[in-house]
């Protein structure tokens, strides 16, 4: 199968929120997207940009995404947060993803970055395989923790 992988551009961004969607119900989330393509073309291409993606594509269709920001962490310094990884299902098992995933990668060393971490659901098998097969690490003792600007406002206001 003949893909390419490319920098996201401003006109990807609805593939890029599709896929986005198609993630969440995978995940057994099927309502937690709640930004539009407004929101991605207005955070991912301002003068600092809030993520970067790149963009699988086959025959001219986005087939699967890798989108990504930065971050610091104070014991090894500049990092990447790969948010999500994605191949639309009729195209995953093809090599997409890995290459996706290669080139998120590749960024990262040629930017400096000393470190890239996502996140990985407890019973996506083959995610866990495939990332403990490029040498990941899983931190099965680190939990993750997530406050809403609702939560925030509530406990703020007590």
């Not at 993520?51 to 104070?74: D, M, P, Q």
């Amino acid at each position: 199968m003949e893909f390419i992988i490319r920098r996201g551009e401003q006109q990807d961004m609805p593939s890029v929120l599709k896929l986005v969607t198609e993630l969440a119900v995978f995940e057994k989330e099927p309502n937690a997207v709640k930004i539009n393509v407004d929101d991605l073309i207005s955070n991912g291409f301002k003068e600092n940009p809030a993520f970067y993606t790149f963009v699988a594509e086959t025959k001219s269709v986005i087939v699967g995404i890798a989108l990504f920001y930065n971050r610091f962490s104070t014991w090894d310094g500049p990092s990447l947060h790969l948010e999500d990884l994605i191949v639309t299902e009729e195209f995953r098992g093809k090599g997409i993803g890995k290459a996706l995933y290669n080139k998120v990668l590749e960024y990262s060393l040629e930017k400096g970055i000393n470190r890239v971490e996502w996140v990985v659901l407890d019973w996506n098998t083959p995610a866990i395989e495939f990332y403990k097969s490029t040498g990941a690490t899983m931190f099965e003792e680190w939990n993750i923790c997530q406050i809403s600007n609702k939560k925030i406002a509530q406990y703020l206001s007590n």
